[in-house]
């Protein structure tokens, strides 16, 4: 059975940290894991990635599509791979990042951006998606608090951080039952053991 999780969430929300603290335990649970993120040191989706975050500014659809294409050379070449291989590949950030901040924040529409991101994953929805659950405001918080170098998208004002959480609701809502819904506002450890319980759970199942 197919171990595809990932991890989603706003800016801030610890999402990075948790994912590698996870991959440690379940390592040490005797798991084989590997650990990604999109373009994931993909040659094409890192040269991609580049006007993505680095570039000037670009029109909304053509960001979009970037970002859907980017995710299929690391989906190709790197997840199936891993996947066959039977390992569990945790993955920073994927579709669900597209719906929330292309489709929602961005207003192109959840369902015009999940319909090209569908040609560009040809089916491959992860087996369950994380989602650490954080309030805008206090996610930007933290990334100031904490002095993180911003990209491109970190820059947005906070009304674009606060529809980007609103989208990612409205995506959980419909699709109810692919989502662990992590309390991120609790201490790193507390949504670790969280997140874990969840992975567990589900690991559990199959
Ligand atoms: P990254 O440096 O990976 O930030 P984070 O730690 O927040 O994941 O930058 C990814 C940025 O790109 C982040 O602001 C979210 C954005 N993004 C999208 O807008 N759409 C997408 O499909 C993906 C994967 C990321």
Redesign the pocket.
Known sequence: MSKFITFEGP?GSG??TVLHEIAQRLESEGWEVIVT??PGGVKTGEDIRKI??EGEAIDDRSEALL?AAS?REHLVNKVLPSLREGKIVLC???ID??LA??GYARGIGVEEVRSINEFAINGLYPDLTLYLDIRAAVGIQRINDNQRAQ?R??QEKLDFHEKVVEGYRQIIHNEPNRFAVINAEQSIEEVVNSAYESIIKYLEKI
């Open positions: 800016e999402k990075t993120r999109e993505l975050l970002f995710r920073d950030r994927y990042s597209s901040y292309q990209n998208l970190d």
